[in-house]
């Protein structure tokens, strides 16, 4: 089964993504997490990324594109993929269409997870993670054991540099202005599956569970 993750900033996708992967055995492949992990090792793809991403505004299509497909072709012959944050503009979207198309592959289901922008600011600016396995803590709504560090591996927690509230609001306005069009493009496509995000991690899990069975 390969799955899409749609949403805004701070909906939840990267939280529910693990708990997808592990239920349908799929293989978790976040945009985001892809874009940071080249910043670190300092690639030139994260040279090109760095500074769009530190203003909240959008990488370019093609980079995504080729990006996002090597390692989605790395997938072969594996039990599917979940993709989270890509893609986010109606041009990637039709490129990912196209190469899927290319090898005889296609989206089982795009779930969409709406959160209101008041309670996605709320998210994300209280937001921690852990560097080195990408656990995702919340410091009210889902609190290490002990603050500031990982329950997993005990490794210093961190904020995200973009999740400060200047850089969230023009991350909202980016979402609105190009990445909700690509609801209407699978709405079109007849494969988008709207949930509602605003309630506890375990109910939206429950909930894109069951709309990725259906
Ligand atoms: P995204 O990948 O869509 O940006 P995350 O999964 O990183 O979103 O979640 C953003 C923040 O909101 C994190 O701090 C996470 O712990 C918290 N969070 C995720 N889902 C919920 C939820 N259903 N209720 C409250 N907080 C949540
Ligand atoms: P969030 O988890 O809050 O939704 P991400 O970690 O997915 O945010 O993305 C962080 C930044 O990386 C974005 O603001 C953007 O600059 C860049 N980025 C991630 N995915 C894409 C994409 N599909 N297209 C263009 N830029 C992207």
Known sequence: MNVVLLGPPGAGKGTQAVRMCEV???????????????????????????????????????????????????????????????????VQARGL????????????????????????????????????DGRIYHELFSAPAKAGVCDDCGEALTRRKDDEPDVVGQRLRTYHAETEPVKTYYEDRGVLRTVDGGG???????????VCRT
Do not use: N
Not at 37 to 65: C, F, N, T
Not at 101 to 119: C, F, N, P, Q, S
């Open 97 to 132: 269409d196209e190469r899927l198309g290319e090898r005889g592959w296609k989206l089982d289901a795009v779930v969409d997870i709406t959160v209101a922008d008041e309670e996605v600011t709320k998210r994300l600016t209280g937001r921690w993670t852990c560097p080195k």
């Open 24 to 90: 349908f055995g799929l293989k978790h492949l976040s945009s985001g997490d892809i874009l940071r992990a080249e910043r670190k090792a300092h690639s030139e793809l994260g040279r090109q990324a760095q500074d769009y991403m530190d203003r909240g505004v959008l990488v370019p299509d093609d980079l995504i594109l080729a990006m996002m497909m090597e390692h989605i072709s790395r997938c072969e012959g594996g039990t599917g993929f979940l993709l989270d944050g890509f893609p986010r503009t109606v």
């Open 200 to 210: 506890t991690a375990d109910e939206v899990a429950a909930l894109t569970k069951e």
